[in-house]
């Protein structure tokens, strides 16, 4: 497997991410901004003020998207043998990439989706190898690769 190209998928998806939530920071923060040299109805100003309110939670996401980007550009994606960070994990029939949380994704014809170290899944599979087998939410899974 190549994880260079998987780390540059994540990459990818976590850039697209940050700038959709940027731009709708920027839209909103312009939306939330009233001119202070011409008279303001009271509907304009609470327009404002919701979008202004708005605007402060996409800068919350913008910032938690900048820094999953900056915690996969850190990771080491090198090659592994247990489930550690950095590791992709074919889980059963789905490859589980301990890095940050992602949407799901197709990767290599597999369905994919990035976990964060957090995620109960990989405590319950933390350090284990290829062949194992652990239980998760009350099935059995097996460890089918690691890569």
């Not at 190549?2 to 939530?21: I, N, P, V, Y």
């Not at 009233?34 to 939670?57: F, K, L, N």
């Not at 290599?108 to 964060?116: C, E, V």
């Not at 957090?118 to 405590?123: E, W």
Request: proline fraction near 2%; include cysteine; glycine fraction near 6%.
């Amino acid at each position: 497997m190549d994880k260079t190209d998987l780390k540059s998928r994540l990459l990818e998806m976590a850039r697209a991410d940050f700038d959709a939530a940027r731009e709708k920071f920027q839209s909103l923060a312009a939306e939330a901004r009233v001119s202070g040299d011409e008279t303001v109805e009271r509907d304009q100003q609470s327009q404002a003020e919701a979008a202004g309110e708005m605007a402060a939670a996409w800068d919350e996401a913008m910032h938690d998207d900048e820094a999953r980007l900056k915690r996969l550009q850190e990771i080491d994606f090198g090659p592994k043998d247990e489930v550690t960070d950095g590791a992709a994990v074919l889980v059963d029939d789905r490859l589980l990439v301990v890095c940050v949380s992602t949407q799901e994704f197709d990767y290599d014809g597999k369905r994919a989706m990035g976990i964060s170290p957090a995620a109960p899944i990989y405590k319950a599979m933390r350090g284990l190898g290829e062949g194992d087998s652990f239980t998760f939410n009350d099935t059995a899974h097996e460890i089918r690769a690691i890569h």
